[in-house]
C-alpha cells in the first residue's frame, strides 16, 4: 500500500473543512437549531479559524432565538431594536455563508416571525417603519401585509401605510391594479412615490419615469413626481378609467390636473369643443407646461 502524500493529506483536511461547514449549511436551510448548533460546534472545534465561524454563529443563534421567542413585542422600541438585528446582523450573516439564491426565503421566514410578535403594535406616526405591514411585505406575505394596512384608520391618507397597500396592489394584481394607488402616492408623498419604483422594479413603469424626467416641464425636483400621474394621461390616455378610480385631492393641484385631464378626455371623445375651451383654460392656469405637453400632442393628432 502506498504511503499518502502531503499534497493528498492537504486535499484530505480542505475536504474535511468543507464537509463539515456544508454540515452546518445543510442544518441552517432545514432551520434545525439544535442539530446546526452541534454541526457548528464541531466544525469550530477542529477550525477554530474559519472565516464563516461568526456568520454562521449569527445564523445558528437567530434559529435558537426564534424557537423561544414567539411572545408579543412589547413596545416599538422591542421592534426596532429587533427588526435592526435582522437588517443589521442576520442580514450579513446570510448573505456571508448562504447560497445567494436560498437567501431572501431563509430571511423571508424570520420577517414573518417578526411580523407575527408585532402584530399587537399599533401604528405611530412618528415611528411608522416599526409596524408589522413591512415586516409581512418582507415576508412576501401579502395578504396579511393588506390585512395589517387594513387596522390602520384612513391609511390612504398616510404616507407610509399607503405606500404599503400600493406594494400589495402590485405584487397581488400587477401594474394595472396599483395604478390608482401609485397615482394617489405620488399626490400625497412624492418622495415615497419615487422611492417604492425601484422597490416594485418593474420595467414598463420605469420605462415611463424615465421618460416623464426626460419630457415633463417641471423645477426637476422631486415634488414634480406629483405631476407624474396627469402626465401620465397625456401620454398614455389609454390609461383613462385605471387611473380616474383614483381619490382626488382637490386640495392638490396635480390631483385636480389629472381629474381635469380625464374630463378633457371625455369631452373629447364627445365632441363637446364649448365646454373644451374652459377645461383646457383651467388646466393652463393649473401648470402651464403640462398644458403644452397637451396641446402638443393635439397639435400632432390634427396635422
Known amino acids: 500500500m502506498h504511503q499518502l502524500t502531503m499534497q493528498q493529506l492537504d486535499i484530505f483536511a480542505d475536504?474535511?473543512?468543507?464537509?463539515?461547514?456544508n454540515d452546518v449549511l445543510e442544518q441552517l436551510q432545514r432551520r434545525d437549531a439544535v442539530s446546526a448548533r452541534t454541526a457548528l460546534a464541531l466544525l469550530a472545534g477542529e477550525y477554530p479559524d474559519d472565516g464563516a465561524?461568526?456568520?454562521m454563529n449569527v445564523l445558528v443563534?437567530?434559529?435558537?432565538r426564534g424557537r423561544g421567542s414567539t411572545a408579543p413585542l412589547a413596545d416599538h422600541a422591542a421592534l426596532a431594536i429587533a427588526r435592526r438585528h435582522l437588517e443589521d446582523e442576520v442580514l450579513s450573516a446570510a448573505r456571508r455563508v448562504l447560497p445567494k439564491q436560498t437567501v431572501h426565503a431563509w430571511l423571508a421566514l424570520c420577517w414573518r416571525a417578526l411580523a407575527a410578535r408585532a402584530a399587537t403594535l399599533a401604528f405611530?406616526?412618528?415611528d411608522a417603519g416599526n409596524h408589522a405591514a413591512p415586516l409581512w411585505l418582507l415576508a412576501g406575505d401579502w395578504a396579511a401585509a393588506s390585512d395589517a394596512i387594513g387596522g390602520i384608520e384612513s391609511w390612504w391618507r398616510i404616507p407610509a401605510p399607503l405606500a404599503w397597500m400600493t406594494e400589495v396592489r402590485y405584487r397581488t394584481g400587477g401594474l394595472?391594479?396599483?395604478?390608482p394607488l401609485l397615482a394617489e402616492l405620488a399626490w400625497l408623498a412624492p418622495a415615497r412615490f419615487a422611492a417604492l419604483l425601484p422597490v416594485l422594479g418593474d420595467a414598463s413603469l420605469d420605462a415611463l419615469r424615465r421618460r416623464f424626467d426626460a419630457e415633463f416641464p417641471g423645477a426637476g425636483e422631486t415634488d414634480d413626481d406629483a405631476w407624474f400621474p396627469a402626465w401620465l394621461l397625456v401620454v398614455k390616455p389609454a390609461l383613462a378609467a385605471r387611473l380616474g378610480e383614483a381619490r382626488v385631492q382637490r386640495e392638490q393641484a396635480a390631483s385636480r390636473a389629472m381629474g381635469l385631464l380625464g374630463e378633457i378626455l371625455r369631452r373629447e371623445h364627445e365632441g363637446?369643443?364649448?365646454?373644451?375651451?374652459?377645461?383646457r383654460q383651467e388646466l393652463s392656469r393649473l401648470h402651464a407646461g403640462?398644458?403644452?405637453?397637451?396641446?402638443?400632442?393635439?397639435?400632432?393628432?390634427?396635422r
Request: hydrophobic content about 45%; glycine content about 4%.
Open 61 to 64: 443563534g437567530e434559529l435558537e
Open 15 to 21: 475536504s474535511r473543512d468543507v464537509m463539515l461547514r
Open 290 to 302: 403640462l398644458f403644452d405637453a397637451y396641446m402638443a400632442t393635439r397639435k400632432v393628432q390634427h
Open 176 to 179: 394595472d391594479a396599483a395604478w
Open 272 to 279: 363637446d369643443q364649448h365646454e373644451l375651451v374652459s377645461l
Open 53 to 55: 465561524l461568526p456568520a
Open 124 to 126: 405611530c406616526g412618528a
